[in-house]
């Protein structure tokens, strides 16, 4: 039976970080669940989907197809065979992304591939309601959080890296802070701390702070091959 560590956090925690390190170490592919929020959104805008509108995008999300692949340590995506790379990181994905995430039948689609990927072997998945929602029976689950000031810094950084930095680093706050929101608040799977889950603030923390507090509250099975 395969593992799963579950990692959810709003954005900006170190959610994605954290999952990649700690997956390389224990040998559990990584998975992106956003993601595949951004590749729903990023199909609705280009098919000229409303995003304003649930019942349009309900009724398209069933007609999206996403090829899942393990490789290099990660389980990667295809739609109709082309990566989407940096065309999900945009800010105009951003934008759009928590409309359409805040469908039930999006998220119900996506929740059915998710826990499809067990298939794979062991898996480490990060996002916002996999505590709560995907894998709320999982011994090893986390919620990553930090202040909102750290969270900007953080974006800015990775939006600069990328070349697709066109705010400043109050705008990228304001924009966290307006997704926080709608996330907390939705209806259907809201982001929030699982009963049960380990909290961990990583505002003051290193990266590697943070991976040897997520590797150390594991189940101990699970680390004996860890070397």
Excluded at 56 to 61: C, Q, V
Excluded at 111 to 129: A, C, K, P
Excluded at 154 to 163: M, T
Excluded at 183 to 210: N, Q, W, Y
């Amino acid at each position: 039976m395969s593992h799963v560590i579950a990692i959810d956090g709003p954005s900006g925690a170190g959610k994605s970080s954290v999952s990649r390190s700690v997956g390389r170490r224990m040998r559990f592919l990584h998975v992106d669940s956003g993601a595949l929020y951004r590749i729903m959104t990023w199909q609705c805008l280009l098919n000229k989907i409303d995003t304003s509108n649930p019942e349009a995008i309900a009724e398209f999300s069933q007609s999206v197809e996403v090829e899942c692949i393990p490789e290099e340590g990660a389980i990667t995506y295809r739609v109709n065979g082309e990566r989407p790379g940096n065309a999900i990181r945009t800010p105009e994905i951003n934008r759009h992304a928590s409309p359409v995430a805040t469908v039930k039948a999006v998220r119900d689609r996506i929740t059915q591939w998710l826990q499809e990927m067990t298939r794979f072997g062991n898996i480490i998945v990060e996002g916002r309601d996999i505590t709560t929602a995907v894998f709320p029976d999982s011994p090893a689950r986390f919620y990553l959080d930090a202040s909102a000031e750290a969270r900007a810094e953080r974006r800015r950084k990775e939006e600069v890296k990328k070349g697709i930095a066109d705010q400043s680093v109050e705008d990228v706050k304001k924009s966290l802070l307006t997704r926080d929101k709608i996330d907390s608040t939705r209806k259907h799977a809201p982001l929030r701390k699982a009963d049960g889950a380990f909290a961990i603030d990583s505002t003051s923390m290193t990266l590697e702070d943070v991976i040897e507090t997520v590797i150390e509250a594991l189940p101990d099975s699970w680390k004996k091959d860890l070397k």
